[in-house]
């Protein structure tokens, strides 16, 4: 291919019908090349805004700055794996499990985060504000374009199950979506119980056995162990604001 046709290509991939009506008069021009760039830079960052913007991760610290000494338990080199996204290629799941503030929220929107820079379609949500949504669709012809809606993206994450209890028909329809998603699309999970906990979550539900079974079937499962970095920060910033009114007491005597 020319350098010629390679820029005839470009301008088609941008559907720039009016250039390429009149291409063999304006294909030479020192002009055309620096159009298409310009043209291909901002599309790119449009897309990304409207992406970030629909996937919702919210506010983060960026995963350079998380402390890996913090936790009493972190695979580190798993995380970097799922952080490389090759899991998306197979439609494979990730959960991460632990408790109340080690980090799980944070790697799971670093992760997000990492997708939609790499062009992925993401979505991220809580699971109350997820099965919330569905639960209060009352037609049928709704609710089925709402599954559609959580179905589609290439990763969807679902953070924070197991901090309310749900009733069957959250667990029915948690079922319905991840059974939709299973094999098809990768589904990210952080939720503080264990599996054998989630009859808690999902009391009297029928479904939780293959609901967990499709979540886990190839999928890579985290444990992250150890006290609340929110508590450690908060503690920080107490100790820190203490020495302050110390010096500015001392200073004033």
Same mark, same amino acid.
């Given at each position: 291919?020319?350098?010629?046709?390679?820029?005839?290509?470009?301008?088609?991939?941008?559907?720039?019908?009016?250039?390429?009506?009149?291409?063999?008069?304006?294909?030479?021009?020192?002009?055309?090349?620096?159009?298409?760039?310009?043209?291909?830079?901002?599309?790119?960052?449009?897309?990304?805004?409207?992406?970030?913007?629909?996937? $919702?991760?919210?506010?983060?610290?960026?995963?350079?700055?998380?402390?890996?000494?913090?936790?009493? $338990?972190?695979?580190?080199?798993?995380? /970097?794996?799922?952080?490389?996204?090759? #899991?998306?290629?197979?439609?494979?799941?990730?959960?991460?499990?632990?408790?109340?503030?080690?980090?799980?929220?944070?790697?799971?929107?670093?992760? %997000?985060?990492? %997708?939609?820079?790499?062009? $992925?379609?993401?979505? #991220?949500?809580?699971?109350?504000?997820?099965?919330?949504?569905?639960?209060?669709?009352?037609?049928?012809?709704?609710?089925?374009?709402?599954?559609?809606?959580?179905?589609?993206?290439?990763?969807?994450?679902?953070?924070?199950?197991?901090?309310?209890?749900?009733?069957?028909? $959250?667990?029915?329809?948690?079922?319905?979506?991840?059974?939709?998603?299973?094999?098809?699309?990768?589904?990210?999970?952080?939720?503080?119980? /264990?599996?054998?906990?989630?009859?808690?979550?999902?009391?009297?539900?029928?479904?939780?056995? %293959?609901?967990?079974?499709?979540?886990?079937?190839?999928?890579?499962?985290?444990?992250?162990?150890?006290?609340?970095?929110?508590?450690?920060?908060?503690?920080?910033?107490?100790?820190?604001?203490?020495?302050?009114?110390?010096?500015?007491?001392?200073?004033?005597?």
């Amino acid at each position: 291919m020319t350098p010629i046709e390679h820029l005839q290509q470009r301008a088609k991939g941008l559907h720039l019908y009016g250039l390429l009506a009149h291409w063999h008069e304006l294909a030479e021009n020192a002009w055309v090349e620096p159009l298409l760039t310009w043209e291909e830079t901002e599309r790119a960052r449009r897309s990304l805004e409207r992406r970030l913007g629909s996937a $919702h991760i919210g506010r983060f610290k960026p995963v350079a700055d998380f402390d890996w000494n913090w936790p009493a $338990h972190c695979d580190r080199t798993a995380i /970097s794996e799922l952080l490389t996204l090759e #899991f998306l290629n197979t439609a494979a799941n990730a959960i991460l499990v632990g408790g109340s503030g080690p980090g799980k929220s944070t790697i799971a929107q670093n992760i %997000a985060h990492q %997708a939609v820079l790499h062009g $992925h379609t993401v979505l #991220f949500i809580t699971a109350g504000q997820l099965l919330g949504d569905l639960a209060a669709l009352d037609s049928d012809s709704a609710l089925r374009r709402r599954l559609r809606y959580y179905a589609a993206p290439a990763l969807l994450v679902i953070d924070e199950v197991g901090y309310l209890s749900y009733s069957n028909r $959250h667990a029915d329809l948690l079922f319905e979506l991840i059974n939709r998603r299973h094999e098809q699309k990768s589904t990210l999970v952080t939720t503080n119980k /264990s599996f054998a906990e989630w009859s808690e979550v999902f009391p009297n539900a029928a479904c939780v056995v %293959a609901l967990i079974d499709r979540l886990v079937h190839n999928a890579e499962i985290i444990h992250i162990k150890g006290d609340s970095y929110r508590l450690k920060e908060a503690r920080e910033r107490a100790e820190q604001r203490a020495k302050k009114r110390k010096a500015t007491g001392r200073s004033s005597i």
